[in-house]
């Protein structure tokens, strides 16, 4: 999501396009003297704008920034593949102490060069891949030296991990460790839900109504918890995410639901009016508070919802090529509905 930064900048830069086309068409012209003052508040905006952060002035920059931001995630994902996958290739052939320097040295000299990348690179996009590798390799460490030692398996390790992740977030403001936070966090919730129903914390995945906790939970978390502008849609999405995910599995399948006793089906006709509900809200929410992210997350949430619905009621009645025509025109109507919204919101007030 664009930093506040990102977003003066880019507000400055149509300013400047949107002026210099109404001049031409002859709608407005300053005198020089109040466009150089103009100009001259704009360069020096731009430029503190650029001081506190990584900021695109052109739509070229912008374009290899998001470049680099698949390039950080690709290079997250090899990079922590190399790690487990060396530890694991070279495992048996070690003695005790180079096993524990093999996955307890890892994490701290990574923890280091985030820092070292923070003061050396201001785009964090480095940083932001060495902290989540960090944190993968914190988990690792966690994973082996439980092994090591017999200790026994717990749903601490996914807190652990989680808090480790969020201390590298909110200490140098970086993204992507903010939501292997939020994941190792909202995992730890999630199976404090198996307590209650007496069974062993790793069946507590099993059970989809703390999952719709957690996604409340972390809908709501930018409001109590301070940190950079830019972690709070990530929070939301995530918080989304987990609500259409549970929505969507526990309505198609009751067992899931920790009242599964009362009947199945009961509970998967009840879900299915919450989910109708619920997701209809989350669009209707995000486009009101102008959440862009929690917006197409329940959009296709409510999308996938109502084609799973049309599957429960018209699958086995029509013909299939008359079904998918069916879903065509329903997916037609859906795209005018939306753009019908979208011009609404894109009228000002």
Do not use: C
Not at 3 to 10: F, G, I
Not at 85 to 105: D, E, R
């Amino acid at each position: 999501m664009p930093s506040t930064e990102q977003l003066r900048a880019s507000a400055i830069i149509a300013f400047r396009e949107e002026l210099a086309r109404l001049e031409a068409e002859g709608v407005v012209a300053l005198d020089p003297a109040t466009r150089r003052r103009i100009r001259a508040h704009h360069d020096a905006t731009l430029a503190a704008l650029a001081a506190r952060g990584d900021v695109d002035l052109t739509a070229a920059a912008a374009r290899l920034s998001t470049g680099m931001r698949i390039a950080t995630l690709l290079g997250t994902i090899a990079l922590s593949a190399a790690y487990g996958l060396f530890v694991s290739a070279h495992w048996g052939t070690l003695a005790l102490a180079p096993q524990l320097a093999l996955v307890g040295f890892p994490p701290v000299l990574l923890v280091v060069l985030t820092h070292v990348a923070v003061v050396r690179e201001r785009s964090g996009y480095v940083a932001s891949l060495i902290a989540t590798v960090a944190a993968i390799a914190f988990a690792v460490n966690l994973g082996t030296l439980g092994q090591l030692y017999n200790l026994p398996d717990s749903r601490v390790a996914l807190l652990a991990v989680g808090a480790f992740a969020m201390l590298l977030a909110y200490g140098y403001g970086l993204t992507l460790p903010l939501i292997v936070g939020i994941g190792g966090l909202g995992g730890w919730l999630w199976t404090l839900g198996a307590i209650p129903l007496g069974l062993w914390w790793r069946d507590g995945f099993g059970v989809i109504e703390p999952l719709l906790l957690v996604g409340l939970l972390a809908l709501a978390a930018p409001t109590w918890i301070r940190g950079p502008a830019k972690f709070a849609p990530w929070w939301r999405g995530m918080g989304a995410s987990a609500l259409v995910l549970g929505l969507l599995l526990v309505e198609s399948n009751g067992g899931l639901s920790a009242f599964a006793t009362t009947g199945r089906h009961t509970i998967e006709t009840g879900y299915k009016l919450l989910g109708a509900v619920a997701l209809t809200g989350l669009v209707v929410w995000g486009i009101r508070r102008d959440q862009r992210l929690v917006t197409q997350i329940g959009s296709v949430g409510a999308v996938l919802y109502l084609f799973m619905r049309l599957v429960d009621w018209f699958w086995d009645l029509l013909p299939k090529w008359l079904f998918f025509l069916l879903v065509g025109a329903f997916a037609l109507s859906v795209l005018l509905v939306l753009r019908r919204l979208r011009r609404a919101r894109a009228v000002p007030a």
